[in-house]
């Protein structure tokens, strides 16, 4: 079936009122070979770096793969034959390589044409469990690492429609699994099913701001068919395959062992469910369980969330971020607002942390109270643990060292900072499996570590800090050096040594992992070989410009010539340009750069990097801040700030003599999109546009969108200046709209495309719609995204290039 759909088109050109039907293209030779490649392995290592899981799949899905029968019930897109989420990506093979070795061996006994996914170590890492789709369900499999040999553990009843299906024991020998209920009614006919009454919804005239959900229930049909799929049994499963009912049907959520094993936190989801708002805040309760199933205590019972305060800040009443403490065996800690989770309430204190030891006989007790909402907690041992908080309207963190055995003591603060301001960012601390399995804080005597990506003015340079809690100074025990290549630290292997894992890459050199000893100089041990699968690009130019918008705020992209461009007699290029705006609270954040030119330059259908091979000049991830200053939101001035970076960038290439300064494109996806549609109604800049499922009217997203926080009602100004539907008569360059049939995107409904070219068009403006058919917010199948890129370069080498 895979050539035998057929797009549906839509033209407004000037000469054309119809649609045109056709089949798939594919794009011209120089971005087909780059665009139909390999796709290297993933790579999973043990905690002790022995053993190492190559991981293969498809570099893309099929049509086939889009077109299974799909239910999309409170936030979820599940398939109800297989009863796993449509969405998955599947692994088709896996490999073991034992790390100091050189030979991958392919695991034995995997099923054929496996669809694989859930991939789980058990705790001693001795064996592997994943899930295998067939064409009527999941079954449960298992590896063991040292003979490389799969086995499958259940038939195909297994229950993956909520997510990974399965948890070890902390015996190693056991797995609980959730399984379709053997007497599990069949799921109503949505078409054939007879309303008995109208749907009817009511508001009891509290205020609440819920964003634009997809995907959410609409009716009582709905509602059963919900119940049927998410409803399991909970089996307890062992090596031989041999299963035990552990816990009868329920709603189940969410399973959790405790770290010494004994205790296991299970979630299921409640009645009433909501119309409008997604199965995450729906009513759920939440139980502890001992290992053998026998209860213990019901320590959470949360009603229905659909009334929210306003702000990114505003959180739930009640108990929230309910987890175990990784450095205890068995004591759970959670969050509650104290400011009745509405972030407008002036109080002393936002949230209280509470802890609860097992058996939870006692009550819980109070841990802390954070200034600003609450961020996490990473654990140490019983003296220490760090603690975050933060508030996004300022974009204020705070991170402080405390002892969770003197509760009497306040928290040392180790760093009040803009989370924003990447410069100075002190990096993450360090963590490392402790006897429970858990990651705890990497603490050797009185020192903690940090591992940093190191973005400076001058480049990037990843480091390893030593953290002393007692004086909470750091001292650098290694920065990365390199100038023509980027080397990620992922983790510390020896502390006393100084082994650590990287990540080294550079242009045209693609990601592999090494081991480097800090201690020892130029000590690199290669662990993977990957190659280059882009070789025919390896000779374009590349490099991160630097430049400025006309109000001082620094900019940057990351700059592309087609290989063998004379630099010296400087031949004109059109320019295609593809960005993604951002929002701001500072000028000097806004123009800091996180680009590196030494990233690997891996072309997708997401940039315009494969318009490199066809003449063009590419800036990509060209800096779009919108940057709104003390009072001022970054959206009261995003109009004309959006305009400046766009004249800012397109002066910065020019500047360099590279481009015709009359033939410039500008492209993005999502907000990227939203950008675009915007450039093209409020400038003169640009010769073309291409605008990738983006959302057009901010009257259909009244209740907030991106990182604008104010609804409709409060700043219609500002929605409407910002809707290019509502700026659709200004709009007079050619643009290609593109959106997923499918889009699941919060706000990004496939309408928003369909009714701003009804608009264009229905005003004159010289636009093209594409809808792919099947694909959802981000495009997955082959022939659509061959078939995208051919329509691409149809469109900027009419309206471009020529």
């Known amino acids: 079936m895979k050539n035998t759909f057929a797009l549906l088109f839509f033209l407004a050109f000037v000469t054309s009122n119809a649609q045109e039907n056709l089949s798939y293209q594919k794009p011209p030779k120089e971005i087909l070979d780059l665009a139909d490649y390999e796709r290297a392995p993933s790579v999973s290592m043990d905690t002790k770096k022995e053993y190492m899981l190559l991981s293969y799949r498809n570099t893309y899905k099929t049509l086939d793969d889009l077109s299974q029968e799909e239910m999309r019930l409170g936030g979820l897109r599940i398939n109800p034959v297989t009863n796993i989420s449509s969405t998955t990506t599947y692994i088709s093979n896996l490999k073991i390589r034992k790390i100091k070795g050189a030979n991958e061996e392919q695991v034995k006994g995997l099923p054929e044409n496996a669809k694989i996914t859930n991939i789980s170590w058990s705790p001693n890492e001795k064996k592997i469990s994943f899930s295998h789709t067939t064409a009527t369900g999941v079954e449960l499999w298992v590896i063991d690492v040292a003979t490389a040999q799969a086995k499958k553990l259940t038939d195909a009843r297994v229950n993956s429609n909520m997510g990974s299906p399965f948890s070890w024991f902390k015996d190693n020998n056991h797995i609980l699994v959730k399984m379709l209920p053997k007497n599990r009614p069949a799921l109503i006919d949505v078409k054939k099913d007879l309303p008995s009454g109208p749907i009817v919804s009511t508001a009891d005239g509290s205020v609440s701001q819920n964003r634009t959900y997809q995907d959410l229930l609409k009716n009582k049909t709905d509602e059963t068919n919900f119940e049927t799929l998410v409803t399991s049994e909970l089996y307890k499963v062992d090596l031989n395959g041999i299963a035990i009912l552990f816990k009868e049907a329920n709603l189940y959520a969410?399973?959790?062992?405790?770290?010494?094993?004994?205790?296991?936190?299970?979630?299921?989801?409640?009645?009433?469910?909501?119309?409008?708002?997604?199965?995450?805040?729906?009513?759920?309760?939440?139980?502890?369980?001992?290992?053998?199933?026998?209860?213990?205590?019901?320590?959470?019972?949360?009603?229905?969330?659909?009334?929210?305060?306003k702000g990114f800040m505003a959180v739930k009443k009640g108990k929230r971020s309910m987890n175990w403490r990784a450095d205890a065996p068995a004591t759970l800690y959670y969050a509650e607002a104290l400011d009745e989770g509405n972030p407008a309430n002036k109080v002393d204190y936002r949230d209280e942390v509470f802890t609860w030891e097992a058996p939870f006989s006692q009550a819980p007790q109070s841990f802390i109270k954070t200034v600003q909402r609450y961020g996490g907690i990473t654990w140490g041992n019983a003296t220490t643990a760090v603690l975050y908080d933060s508030w996004y309207d300022t974009r204020n963190s705070k991170t402080y060292l405390m002892n969770p055995s003197a509760l009497n003591e306040a928290p040392k603060l180790i760093w009040d900072r803009n989370s924003q301001d990447i410069y100075a960012d002190p990096g993450n601390f360090e963590t490392v499996k402790n006897q429970y399995g858990r990651y705890v804080l990497a603490l050797e005597g009185e020192n903690a570590y940090l591992l940093g990506d190191g973005h400076t003015k001058d480049g990037q340079f990843p480091f390893v800090d030593e953290f002393n809690i007692k004086t909470l100074k750091t001292k650098r025990l290694y920065q990365s050096n390199y100038k023509d290549k980027i080397e990620n630290i992922f983790s510390i292997e020896d502390f006393k040594k100084g082994d650590v894992l990287v990540q080294i890459q550079s242009k045209t050199e693609y990601p592999n992992y090494?081991?480097?000893?800090?201690?020892?100089?130029?000590?690199?041990?290669?662990?993977?070989?990957?190659?280059?699968?882009?070789?025919?690009?390896?000779?374009?130019?590349?490099?991160?410009?630097?430049?400025?918008?006309?109000?001082?705020?620094?900019?940057?992209?990351?700059?592309?010539?087609?290989?063998?461009?004379?630099?010296?007699?400087?031949?004109?290029?059109?320019?295609?340009?593809?960005?993604?705006?951002?929002?701001?609270?500072?000028?000097?954040?806004?123009?800091?750069?996180?680009?590196?030119?030494?990233?690997?330059?891996?072309?997708?259908?997401?940039?315009?990097?494969?318009?490199?091979?066809?003449?063009?000049?590419?800036?990509?991830?060209?800096?779009?801040?919108?940057?709104?200053?003390?009072?001022?939101?970054?959206?009261?001035?995003?109009?004309?700030?959006?305009?400046?970076?766009?004249?800012?960038?397109?002066?910065?290439?020019?500047?360099?003599?590279?481009?015709?300064?009359?033939?410039?494109?500008?492209?993005?996806?999502?907000?990227?999109?939203?950008?675009?549609?915007?450039?093209?109604?409020?400038?003169?800049?640009?010769?073309?546009?291409?605008?990738?499922?983006?959302?057009?009217?901010?009257?259909?997203?009244?209740?907030?969108?991106?990182?604008?926080?104010?609804?409709?009602?409060?700043?219609?100004?500002?929605?409407?200046?910002?809707?290019?539907?509502?700026?659709?008569?200004?709009?007079?360059?050619?643009?290609?709209?593109?959106?997923?049939?499918?889009?699941?995107?919060?706000?990004?409904?496939?309408?928003?495309t369909e009714r701003y070219f009804q608009a264009l068009k229905g005003l004159g403006a010289p636009v093209r719609m594409v809808i792919l058919p099947k694909e959802s917010h981000s495009y997955v199948a082959k022939d659509n995204i061959l078939h995208l890129l051919w329509e691409q370069d149809q469109f900027l080498e009419k309206y471009l290039k020529n």
């Open 254 to 309: 969410g399973e959790n062992f405790s770290p010494d094993g004994n205790y296991l936190m299970v979630t299921t989801i409640e009645k009433p469910f909501s119309y409008i708002v997604p199965l995450s805040r729906f009513p759920n309760k939440t139980t502890i369980y001992d290992a053998n199933g026998n209860l213990v205590k019901i320590v959470n019972d949360s009603p229905l969330n659909e009334i929210m305060p």
């Open 514 to 752: 090494y081991f480097r000893n800090i201690k020892k100089k130029n000590s690199l041990t290669q662990i993977t070989n990957f190659k280059n699968p882009f070789e025919s690009i390896k000779n374009v130019h590349k490099e991160v410009i630097k430049y400025k918008r006309k109000d001082g705020v620094a900019l940057s992209g990351t700059l592309y010539l087609p290989a063998n461009y004379d630099k010296t007699k400087k031949e004109k290029l059109p320019l295609l340009i593809w960005a993604y705006p951002e929002e701001f609270k500072d000028k000097n954040s806004a123009g800091q750069s996180a680009q590196n030119p030494n990233e690997f330059t891996f072309p997708y259908y997401g940039s315009f990097v494969y318009w490199v091979t066809r003449g063009y000049a590419v800036l990509d991830d060209a800096s779009f801040p919108i940057v709104g200053e003390g009072e001022t939101e970054p959206n009261d001035n995003f109009i004309s700030q959006l305009v400046d970076n766009a004249e800012a960038a397109i002066n910065a290439v020019d500047k360099l003599g590279y481009i015709n300064p009359k033939k410039v494109a500008v492209g993005g996806h999502s907000y990227g999109a939203f950008m675009t549609a915007n450039l093209l109604s409020h400038s003169n800049l640009f010769a073309c546009g291409i605008a990738r499922s983006g959302a057009y009217n901010r009257t259909l997203t009244p209740f907030g969108f991106q990182s604008e926080q104010r609804n409709y009602w409060e700043v219609p100004e500002v929605y409407n200046t910002m809707s290019p539907f509502m700026n659709a008569g200004k709009m007079k360059t050619p643009l290609l709209l593109v959106h997923g049939e499918a889009d699941n995107n919060p706000g990004t409904f496939t309408l928003q």
